[in-house]
């Protein structure tokens, strides 16, 4: 009988949060002003805004960011913020963020978008 050693490539477990991150999607929902987040069909946080044109420019306030408290500290709360300004980029727009979660965000990426004072 002929056996050959096959080398088994053993990869590490994906933690929660790396899983987590491939199967959420940030959804724009226009008609709700907001943008939502699933993980797996569930919707589980929501990021709420309003817009205004100011000097002949758009500017989005950010006015709050919720998520269910099991789906908290695993940086879903960043991919939906980041879903966000990257529409208030692709816009040309400006943002206000009345939202802390938003601004604490923003205070530590400078320069994503422009930002109006609140």
Not at 56 to 64: S, W
Request: proline fraction near 6%; hydrophobic fraction near 35%.
């Amino acid at each position: 009988m002929n056996t050959t050693n096959r080398k088994h490539s053993h990869r590490p477990p994906q933690s929660a949060q790396s899983i987590l991150q491939q199967i959420s999607q940030v959804v724009h929902n226009p008609d709700r002003e907001r943008f939502e987040l699933w993980v797996a069909g569930d919707l589980v946080g929501v990021l709420g805004y309003s817009i205004e044109e100011e000097d002949g420019r758009r500017t989005v306030t950010v006015l709050h960011t919720v998520l269910y408290d099991e789906y908290t500290g695993h940086g879903l709360g960043t991919r939906l913020t980041r879903g966000a300004l990257a529409f208030i980029r692709d816009q040309n727009a400006r943002v206000r963020p009345v939202c802390t979660f938003t601004k604490q965000f923003l205070d530590g990426h400078p320069g994503i978008v422009p930002m109006v004072p609140v």
